[in-house]
């Protein structure tokens, strides 16, 4: 086999491989958007609105919780349990096992595509820590959402009150009323909002903007096109939690799509659900705790 007909071999093998891992990388992300309908017996949204809990009702109906069922599952009849409370009664928490994550970024990638994020602003990066000294070296990828602290450093810092913590304890930012200070983006200690300055994918490229990139956001319910002049151009932007997933019944997009199911999300003020059960595990730590935010993201070490 001459030289040539070596190098042609080989580089058809790389890109099988290429192939097959992009395969592998698409079907497991696949699998973790469809393992709740899989899982669940997925039926028609309910017509009837929830006396207690608002407008807004599940769009699931799941059987009992058993043990040793998948996590999606449980994490969904935690969230309809929780529905059905008023919205003061609940408290979303999140809970990341770092033995978990892989450093996909799978979670990220789902949080832009959900809602519609431009270039420059991201909700939920993966960190790296690198530890140890050469050759001994250790790795770990670190998810980082917004906290939605119980005293949060951001909101009262705003001028014009565009940021506030409901009383479900998630923090928002109300895109009418921000002026873009930036003043709660220098406030919060975990770099954890983004300023939209208007930047468009198809601009940097050198060309048109992109139809992706018209399509309304679904963030606040609130169904927003992004053009020039308008909100949330010109906005400080953050993570919600996807209050629109949740109040409808369905997790957000990050904990969903997570390949190593190393994202939980649920109701914290609830014994029964799996983020309680979890946050009482001894190998719970908070990042930066010693600040007095009480941030609502726990992490398992």
């Known amino acids: 086999m001459t030289q040539a007909t070596k190098s042609a071999t080989s580089a058809d093998k790389l890109e099988v491989s290429r192939r097959d891992f992009l395969g592998m990388f698409a ?18 949204v309910h017509a009837a609105p929830s006396a207690q809990g608002g407008d807004i009702v599940p769009v699931v109906d799941l059987p009992e919780a058993a043990e040793g069922e998948h996590p999606v599952k449980r994490m969904m009849q935690d969230l309809q349990r929780a529905l059905e ?18 450093g996909c970024n799978g979670c990220a990638v789902s949080c832009i595509q ?12 993966v960190l790296t820590e690198t530890t140890g000294t050469y050759p001994n070296i250790a790795r770990r990828f670190v998810p980082r959402p917004c906290m939605h602290c119980e005293q949060p450093s951001c909101t009262p810092v705003c001028p014009v009150n565009a940021t506030w913590k409901r009383s479900d304890g998630i ?10 200070c930036r003043a709660c983006i220098t406030a919060c200690p975990y770099n954890a ?67 190593g199911r190393a994202t939980y999300f649920g109701d914290l003020n ?32």
Not at 27 to 44: K, N, Q, R, W, Y
Not at 171 to 180: E, Q, R, S
């Open 171 to 180: 923090v928002i930012v109300d895109y009418d009323m921000c002026i873009g």
């Open 27 to 44: 079907s497991g992300i696949f699998a973790g958007l469809v393992a709740p309908a899989i899982l669940g017996e997925v039926t028609p």
């Open 85 to 102: 409370k008023p919205m003061d009664q609940r408290k979303w928490g999140m809970v990341i096992d770092l033995r978990k994550c892989t």
């Open 193 to 259: 909002r983004s300023f939209d300055a208007g930047r468009f994918y198809g601009d940097e490229e050198g060309g048109e903007r992109q139809a992706y990139e018209l399509i309304p956001s679904p963030e606040y319910k609130e169904d927003r096109i992004r053009t020039d002049g308008s909100s949330p151009i010109g906005n400080a932007r953050k993570c919600h939690f996807c209050i629109h997933r949740i109040e409808r019944g369905e997790l957000p997009a990050c904990t969903l799509s997570c390949m």
């Open 114 to 125: 959900e809602n519609k994020l431009p270039p420059g602003v991201v909700y939920r990066p």
């Open 270 to 301: 609830d014994p029964q659900s799996l983020v309680s059960e979890l946050i009482g595990k001894p190998n719970v730590m908070k990042i930066k705790e010693e600040l007095g935010t009480k941030p609502q993201v726990f992490y398992l070490v």
